[in-house]
């Protein structure tokens, strides 16, 4: 089992940033990948980013590339998710997610095991 705990969301003003922090306990040495989902009121969950837990590749959503950046660090037991240059339509409730397949796509929410509860961020216009 792992466990997963978001913190650092709030409220912002458009163009400016927030860091989402996402603390692993458990047994995190079996996490193949982590990433990054936010789902909008009325809106599907959708995939911002993942990193691989051991190598640290990382994938984005075209619509987070170059303004958010995922990260982990050295001891693979928080994710963070550095935003900048915030717009109102990334106003969301952020979730990290840890898979332990080695295979299929980073961007597909189904294929995580487990998740954290969710932060909420909001950036107003």
């Known amino acids: 089992q792992v466990q997963l705990v978001e913190s650092g969301g709030g409220l912002v003003q458009a163009g400016g940033s927030l860091r989402l922090s996402c603390a692993a306990s458990g047994r995190t040495f079996t996490i193949h990948a982590m990433g990054w989902f936010r789902q909008a009121p009325g809106k599907e969950r959708e995939f911002v980013a993942a990193?691989?837990?051991?190598?640290?590749?990382?994938y984005y959503a075209d619509s987070v590339e170059g303004r958010f950046t995922i990260s982990r660090d050295n001891t693979k037991t928080t994710l963070y998710l550095q935003m900048n240059s915030l717009k109102p339509e990334d106003t969301a409730v952020y979730y990290c997610a840890a898979r332990m397949r080695r295979t299929g796509s980073l961007s597909i929410s189904d294929e995580y095991d487990y998740w954290g509860q969710g932060t909420q961020v909001t950036v107003s216009s």
């Open positions: 990193i691989t837990w051991i190598g640290g590749s990382t």
